[in-house]
């Protein structure tokens, strides 16, 4: 890899934010997820750590599932650090591996032990490491500048990758920490690690794979023309592999079963593929037709590719939180593209703080059972899965008498889009002000 | 109906630290309904294809006179692991519901030996908000004990006992050191929950049962403890060093 390149920024640097209060920043972060991390947790946190217990006692590497990267990246971790849990096989055996996703009681079984904390903390070493991994990726492509410390205190302080990665607990740091070193292979011009590291992030997490034609419309445009051909088709190859495997044109394993016993289906089975297809507006298709734009864009234009690959992919993710519907720990996604413009940009910074706030209210205000509750802190105290969430106790204080409470979902999802695309238009303002500078 | 002096202080007992015991109690009178449970030839009651239960019907008690539940109960076999048990509890004239339901987790390590296990009902009518509505003031007319669903498990009730308040009230100052205060876990309608009385002792107590779980195991505690001290000692120490900007 080349040396850092350095950043043209219309963003200033708080003299506030001196090396050092960076340093105490970036310490303060850590210990807020070291101390959130043993204390909450989703029911799918146990379903995970059930899946990866199996392969490690098994000795499986590689099976058939739409996660590979993923569980191989978390059982990694499971041999070094599970042998500090006294007796894992009380905690995550499981005698049905075909039915592995977790029912509430056998979670309030698994947060009842008193081993419970320590599992929890371990289970979640592997995010806090891949959230780590970003953080430093983040600060690599942004050349160590001071800027750059704007961008990695927001990444490390906001609420939105705090939440999915230690509360709600679930794996996203992963696939968005390849996604992240890929734009960083990008920007190094080291093209066939930024395939693979796209490759990964499609292996890591199902809707990644929009990523994977966004690459290879990159690869193939007028700005990847410093690449040999060679190179263009062997990153295309890894990236064709990748999503082939993706959806089970290639098998790891040649089964058509995999571990569990269940029946291989690609990705494209997956429910949520449904939610794509289903914000329609008049006639149009709303999330099909933008991640097209995405697609002509990063194939016909000309612009320098590590500029275009950062745009290109915000926008897709930012189309498929605009135009689909999501749970409220994906949106950890997208948050590294609003980092990243941050240190672009001084404005970026009122749009991200309303983005984390729309997003909060929207989450609280279309809740289900422990998706954004208290019930996320069972492990602490299981008393807490069994209190009022938000649209209940919108109901029950008489709010539906000013406002009904479908309408204030709508508004709030109103909003959230609103931030999200704002954003969008102020990456491209951005992107363009950036553009003319490299011109 | 509003709260009261007294169950509020049964409720304040309940999330104090309570040594001690002793009680009179009120048994529940005549044999247990059973449903997809099979007694053997010992007395233990196991599942029978589906999940099994038992109710205790026509016991006519006021809410006060069913303000806790002793279960002495023994295990064929140790658990593997812990079981969930649901308690429902209805008034004349209602179903069994999800609005009336609790559940009580019984750790496997409970299981080896037979052991009598202590459940405060007073709390569960009053978190449920339940008794603000005077449909749900009537008397007690049945409890239901559901066994844990998909679990192996064989079970023999020596004693089913309904406790009155003022019983409950001197068993919780000195509960014996051979029982079990089994810790109920309901769902908190929200209108309860929208009033101080019920939400402050809720939160209150979780915070507590959190803090008591983080000494169960020590080991984890004092290591995870030190890492945050590290951190914190770096982070002080950066006050010290001169400053570079």
């Known amino acids: 890899m080349s040396a850092a390149p350095t950043i043209s920024t219309n963003s200033s640097v708080s003299p506030w934010v001196s090396s050092e209060n960076f340093y105490r920043l970036m310490l303060l972060a850590i210990i807020v997820r070291i101390v959130l991390m043993p204390f909450f947790g989703h029911v799918d946190v146990l379903s995970e750590a059930r899946r990866i217990y199996f392969w490690d006692q098994a000795g499986i590497y590689f099976d058939d599932i739409s996660r590979n990267a993923t569980a191989m990246f978390q059982l990694l971790f499971f041999k070094i650090f599970g042998g ?6 009380l905690l995550f055996a499981h005698a049905d591996m075909q039915h592995s996703t977790a029912h509430p009681n056998e979670y309030f079984e698994f947060v009842s032990q008193p081993e419970a904390f320590r599992a929890l903390f371990i289970i979640k070493l592997p995010f806090l490491a891949a959230d780590l991994i970003s953080a430093w990726a983040i600060y690599q492509y942004l050349g160590r500048s001071p800027q750059a410390r704007n961008a990695l205190l927001f990444w490390m302080f906001n609420p939105v990758t705090i939440f999915a990665f230690y509360i709600f607990g679930r794996f996203e740091s992963i696939p968005v920490m390849f996604c992240m070193l890929s734009l960083l292979a990008l920007q190094r011009r080291a093209i066939l690690l930024a395939a693979v590291m796209v490759g990964l ?16 419309a990159l690869v193939w445009s007028p700005s990847a023309t410093a690449y040999s051909w060679q190179q263009r088709v062997a990153a295309s190859a890894i990236v064709l592999f990748a999503l082939a495997v993706a959806v089970q044109m290639i098998s790891l394993t040649g089964s058509e ?18 939610y794509l297809f289903m914000f329609i507006v008049g006639a149009w298709l709303m999330f099909p037709m933008a991640y097209l734009c995405v697609l002509l864009y990063s194939w ?7 500029e275009k690959a950062l745009l290109m992919y915000a926008y897709t993710l930012l189309c498929f939180f605009s135009f689909s519907s999501h749970t409220a720990h994906y949106t950890s996604w997208m948050m590294l593209f609003p980092c990243i413009y ?55 204080l008489g709010l539906t008498q000013y406002l009904d409470l479908l309408t204030f979902q709508r508004v709030c999802r109103t909003l959230y889009v609103a931030s999200l695309l704002y954003l969008g238009v102020q990456m491209l303002l951005s992107y363009q002000a950036r553009k003319g500078c490299a011109q | 109906m509003s709260i009261t002096l007294r169950s509020l202080a049964l409720l304040c007992l309940l999330y104090a630290v309570c040594p001690a015991h002793a009680l009179t109690s009120v048994s529940a009178d005549g044999e247990p309904l059973l449903r997809n449970l099979e007694r ?37 076999a140790p658990m593997a692991r812990p079981g969930i048990f649901d308690i429902f509890w209805r008034s004349a004239g209602q179903g069994f519901s999800e609005s009336r339901k609790a559940f009580v987790i019984i750790n496997q390590t409970l299981s080896t030996e037979r052991t009598r296990f202590f459940i405060p009902l007073c709390k569960l009518y009053q978190f449920s908000g339940n008794l603000n509505r005077p449909s749900e003031q009537g008397n007690l007319d049945a409890l239901r004990i559901d066994f844990p669903g ?5 079970i023999k009730f020596h004693a089913i006992e309904l406790l009155d308040g003022s019983a409950m009230l001197q068993r919780l100052e000195t509960m014996p050191v051979d029982e079990r205060l089994l810790e109920p876990y309901e769902r908190v309608s929200a209108g309860a929950f929208t009033s101080l009385d ?3 002792p809720k939160l209150y107590f979780a915070f507590k049962e959190g803090l008591h779980r983080l000494t169960l195991d020590r080991i984890f505690l004092v290591v995870w403890l030190l890492i945050i001290l590290l951190l914190f000692g770096l982070l002080l120490r950066s006050f010290r060093r001169p400053a570079n900007r």
């Open chain 2, 40 to 76: 053997d030839k010992d007395g233990f009651l196991a599942n029978v294809g589906s999940d099994g239960y038992l109710v205790l019907t026509e016991l006519n008690k006021s809410r006060d006179q069913a303000c806790g539940l002793l279960l002495d109960l023994e295990f064929k």
């Open chain 1, 257 to 274: 079963m995999d571990a569990f016993g269940r029946q291989v289906t690609s990705i494209a089975a997956e429910g949520r593929v449904d």
């Open chain 2, 150 to 154: 998909n679990k192996d498990v064989a």
């Open chain 1, 201 to 216: 992030s499609i292996n890591s997490r199902e809707m990644f794979i929009f990523l994977g034609p966004v690459f290879l």
């Open chain 1, 84 to 89: 500090f849990i006294s007796d894992p096989e």
């Open chain 1, 300 to 306: 016909n234009s000309r612009v320098g590719l590590t």
């Open chain 2, 198 to 200: 019920v939400a402050v």
């Open chain 1, 342 to 396: 941050l240190a672009y940009r001084d404005d970026m910074l009122k749009p991200m703080l309303t983005l984390c706030v729309t997003w909060l209210i929207y989450n609280l205000s279309i809740t289900d059972l422990g998706v954004f509750t208290l019930w996320l802190a069972s492990p602490w105290s299981i008393s807490l899965s069994g209190l009022p969430n938000f649209p209940m106790l919108y109901q029950a």
